[in-house]
C-alpha cells in the first residue's frame, strides 16, 4: 500500500541514471554521481553539504544525448549524501519524452 502511495506522488516518470554530474553552487564546483532522472528533476550523489533550498546549477549528459546540458536547480531534499533537485524549468534536452523513457519502468 505504501509503495502504491509513493508512486502516485511523483509527478513525473523517472529514469535510472548512472553518470557523472558537475554541480556548481556559488564559485565552487563539486563531482557527484546522477542516479535518476525525470523532467522535473534528478537525484544525485555527491561528498558536498548543500542545503535544502540551496540553488545550483548541474551539468551532465542525458543518456540520449551527445551534449551536456546545464540546468538550473534548487535542493528540495537530502538524505546524507544523497539530494534531490528539482529543476527550476524544464529544459527541453532533459524532456523524458523520448522513446527510451517508455522502456523504463517508475
Not at 553552487?25 to 532522472?37: C, K, P, R, Y
Not at 542545503?51 to 538550473?72: L, S
Amino acid at each position: 500500500m505504501l509503495k502504491r502511495n509513493l508512486k502516485n506522488r511523483r509527478r513525473q516518470r523517472r529514469q535510472l541514471l548512472n553518470t557523472a554530474v558537475e554541480v556548481f553552487s556559488g564559485s565552487s564546483q563539486v563531482n557527484a554521481l546522477g542516479i535518476n532522472l525525470s523532467a522535473a528533476g534528478m537525484c544525485l550523489f555527491t561528498l558536498a553539504d548543500l542545503p535544502v533550498g540551496g540553488q545550483i546549477e548541474v551539468e551532465f549528459v542525458p543518456p540520449w544525448a551527445k551534449d551536456r546540458v546545464r540546468v538550473e536547480g534548487t535542493i528540495r531534499h537530502r538524505a546524507l549524501y544523497l539530494y534531490g533537485v528539482e529543476f527550476r524549468a524544464e529544459p527541453e534536452d532533459v524532456s523524458l519524452r523520448s522513446a527510451d523513457a517508455d522502456a523504463v519502468p517508475n
